[in-house]
């Protein structure tokens, strides 16, 4: 007889890419620490090093001689994810680490057919690793541009999760990201949803960031985060020791605010998911 026992489906983490193409506007800061605090709550998650800098990767204390197989090497094709991550300082972090390599990543897969799936085919194929099989989030840290590197996290991802530096030009080039997540939805990946937008860097003695702040709120309504994150010397001081914020100085405001981005991050994927 036919053996009818359900069998479990791995279930596929949820993918969330950290993407504006500014500089400086805290991507890596919140892929590190969202992460951190979304694995202090019992989450397995799995950071994607998309920027050639690496910065991520240095944030958790990964040097440049322990990145054995990077993104460049996952997007080549040539190793798994899963045989890309390696365990972090922090209990159910994984990181899968970049190097300068991938600076060169779009000439190599740039003329194949599958070029912007490249990461995509690499989640999926994550379930099927034990070692990985209960992910519950992976994090992507994109690079500063919406280049082919970029178009691969969104491609690959439930949701973009935007920050924003709470300075003048804030909102400039916002529509071209979101022009780029249109057509990312339109041809490559329908299911892709903005989770949210993030003000990060927030300065509470300085009327500007106030100002930046309302004009965010107004703009974009409730796609913004409740929770803004401060600017905080601790957050920027925590990389050079490889390690999150939340584990080099947890009481500070900038650790406490990741925390409760976290809980909303949550919150948001629970209703995403409840849509879907
Ligand atoms: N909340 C914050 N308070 C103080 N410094 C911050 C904060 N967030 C980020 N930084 C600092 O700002 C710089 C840019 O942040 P980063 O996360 O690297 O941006 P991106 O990845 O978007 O280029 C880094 O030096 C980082 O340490
Ligand atoms: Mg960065």
Known sequence: MTDLTPVALPRRPRVLALANQKGGVGKTTTAIN?????AATGEKVLIVD?????NASTGLGIDRKS??????????G?????QAMQETAVPGLFLAPSTLD?????????????????LKHAIDELMYDQRCSDLTYVLIDCPPSLSLITINAMTASDAVLVPLQCEFFALEGLSQLLKTVEQVRAGLNPRLAIQGVVLTMYDARNNLSGQVMAD????????????????NVRISEAPSYGKPAL????????????????SEVIKRERALRAAA
């Open 34 to 38: 969202l992460g951190t605090a979304l």
């Open 67 to 76: 990145r054995k197989s990077s993104t460049y090497d996952v997007l080549c």
């Open 102 to 118: 991938l600076l060169g990543v779009e000439l190599e897969i740039a003329s194949s057919k599958d070029r912007a799936h490249r």
């Open 247 to 262: 584990l080099y100085d947890l009481r500070c405001s900038g650790s406490q605010a990741y925390l409760r981005l976290a």
């Open 216 to 231: 965010v709120r107004e703009f974009l309504g409730d796609k913004v985060y409740e929770t803004v994150i401060p600017r």
């Open 50 to 54: 998309l920027d050639p800098q690496g």
């Open 78 to 82: 040539d190793v798994g994810l899963g």
